[in-house]
Nanobody, 128 residues
C-alpha cells in the first residue's frame, strides 16, 4: 500500500521561503512521476511541479524561477523548495505519484485526476 506523507507547510510572510517534503512508502521502486499540486477552497487542484524519473522537470508558469522540485531516490522523498512566496501561493499542497511511463510528467501536471496516489496535504499560508 503506497503512502505519501507531506510535511513542511506553515505560515510565512510574503517574500519568505518554505521547503515541503513528501515521504513515500510502500514501494521498492522509484516512481516514474512525482509531483506537487495545490488547491485553494472553491478552486480546482492545479499542478505546481513534477519530477520524472528520467530527469525531466516541469513547473507551473507562475512558480518558475521561485520553486524548485527535487527528489532523493535513496530516501524515496520528494521536495519542493519555495522561495519568494506571495499571498497567491497560499493553498493546501499535495504530493502525488504515478507510475505510467507512457506519458511525460507535464501531462499529469495538467491532469491531476490521472495521478495514482495522493497524500493528505500540508497547508501553506503566505501573508502580505
Amino acid at each position: 500500500q503506497v503512502q505519501l506523507v507531506e510535511s513542511g507547510g506553515g505560515s510565512v510572510q510574503s517574500g519568505g521561503s518554505l521547503r515541503l517534503s513528501c515521504a513515500a512508502s510502500g514501494s521498492t521502486y522509484d516512481y516514474v512521476h512525482m509531483a506537487w499540486f495545490r488547491q485553494v477552497p472553491g478552486s480546482e487542484r492545479e499542478g505546481v511541479a513534477v519530477s520524472d524519473s528520467d530527469g525531466r522537470i516541469a513547473y507551473l508558469d507562475s512558480v518558475k524561477g521561485r520553486f524548485t522540485i527535487s527528489r532523493d531516490t535513496a530516501k524515496n522523498t520528494l521536495y519542493l523548495q519555495m522561495d519568494r512566496l506571495t499571498p497567491e501561493d497560499t493553498a493546501m499542497y499535495y504530493c502525488a505519484v504515478n507510475n505510467n511511463p507512457g506519458l511525460r510528467g507535464l501531462y499529469y501536471l495538467k491532469n491531476p485526476d490521472q495521478m495514482d496516489y495522493w497524500g493528505k496535504g500540508t497547508s501553506v499560508t503566505v501573508s502580505s
